[in-house]
């Protein structure tokens, strides 16, 4: 992702439904908000890390329908792997595709390395594309004032 890719940002982010089972995430509210959080949160995990969420992008056209990628969590040692599509979407495989290749990435490149995707009980659909791509349940914990399920590659 890039700076470019701002207003997508902010289309994404000020979702509702989209930010329904993100743990309290604040709903982005404009353009400057979602430029804040790029610079503050993405785009440094490019640099620090070597890894980050990257623009899922249509193949046919380049149109932004939402991000996948790692995210590097210094507090527990562990490469979180997250999605977030645009609603309209959702159900079409995008996340379970671009989930994989994720993953099939970071085994490579961070082999040996903790990779974690979590997601709350109540989200059926994240679940369904962390077993769908291979990782296997470890359990549950407790996030964001509720219980995600925890898997591991």
């Known amino acids: 992702m890039t700076e470019a890719d701002v207003v997508d940002l902010y289309l ?5 439904n989209v930010m329904k089972y993100l743990g309290g995430e604040p709903i982005l509210s404009s353009p400057d908000q979602a430029l804040e959080v790029l610079r503050s949160r993405i785009l440094p995990q490019y640099s620090l890390y070597s890894v980050g969420r990257w623009a899922a992008l249509l193949r046919d056209g380049g149109t932004f329908i939402g991000y996948c990628g790692l995210k590097y969590l210094p507090e527990t040692v562990e490469y979180d792997l997250g999605y977030r599509f ?10 379970t595709e671009s989930a994989r290749a994720v993953l099939e990435y ?4 961070l082999a040996g390395k903790r990779i974690v995707g ?12 962390l077993e769908k791509i291979g990782m ?13 399920a925890v898997y591991v590659e």
Request: no cysteine; net charge positive.
């Open 12 to 16: 994404l982010n000020s979702s509702p």
């Open 86 to 95: 645009l609603e309209d979407y959702w159900g079409r495989g995008y996340a």
């Open 118 to 129: 979590k997601a709350f009980l109540e989200n059926t659909a994240s679940i369904r594309v």
């Open 136 to 148: 296997r349940s470890e359990g549950y914990e407790p996030y964001g004032g509720g219980t995600v």
């Open 106 to 109: 970071g085994r490579r490149r």
